[in-house]
C-alpha cells in the first residue's frame, strides 16, 4: 500500500521562501500525477500546482505563479513545491496527492482531493505552512 508523507512546513517570515517534499513509500511516483493543494482556515481546500504524468505540463494557480515551483525528483521518489516570496496569503496547510490517471496539469489540480474523490489515488496528511512576521 503506497504512502505519501508531506515535510518541510513551518514558520517563515513574508519574503522568505520554503521547500515543501512529498516523500512516496510503496509506490513510484514517476507513474502518478502530482498534486500540491492548499487549504486556509475559513477557505475551501484549492489546487496550488500540479504536475502531469501524461504530457509532463505544469500548472499553477494564479495566486502562486512565478513564485512556486513544481518538481520531480525520481532518485528519491519525491516530489517538491519551492515556495519563494511568500505572503501570509500562503499560510495554510499544504497537502500532496497522487493518480495514476492520465491528465494534464491544469485538469488535475481541478479535481478536489477529498476522500470522496476516486480521481486520487493517494494523498499525504498535510504540512502547515505559517507566513508571518
Known amino acids: 500500500q503506497g504512502q505519501l508523507v508531506e515535510s518541510g512546513g513551518g514558520l517563515v517570515q513574508p519574503g522568505g521562501s520554503l521547500r515543501l517534499s512529498c516523500a512516496a513509500s510503496?509506490?513510484?511516483?514517476?507513474?502518478?500525477?502530482i498534486g500540491w493543494f492548499r487549504q486556509a482556515p475559513g477557505k475551501e481546500r484549492r489546487g496550488v500546482s500540479c504536475?502531469?504524468?501524461?504530457?509532463?505540463?505544469?500548472y499553477y494557480d494564479d495566486a502562486v505563479k512565478g513564485r512556486f515551483t513544481i518538481s520531480r525528483d525520481s532518485a528519491k521518489n519525491t516530489v517538491y513545491l519551492q515556495m519563494n516570496d511568500l505572503k501570509p496569503d500562503d499560510s495554510a496547510i499544504y497537502y500532496c496527492?497522487?493518480?495514476?490517471?492520465?491528465?494534464?496539469?491544469?485538469?488535475?489540480?481541478?479535481?478536489?482531493?477529498?476522500?470522496?474523490?476516486?480521481?486520487?489515488?493517494?494523498r499525504g496528511q498535510g504540512t502547515r505552512v505559517t507566513v508571518s512576521s
Open positions: 496527492a497522487a493518480t495514476e490517471t492520465l491528465a494534464t496539469g491544469q485538469a488535475m489540480c481541478a479535481r478536489p482531493i477529498e476522500p470522496s474523490s476516486l480521481f486520487w489515488d493517494y
Open positions: 510503496g509506490v513510484t511516483l514517476d507513474y502518478y500525477g
Open positions: 504536475i502531469s504524468s501524461a504530457d509532463g505540463t505544469t
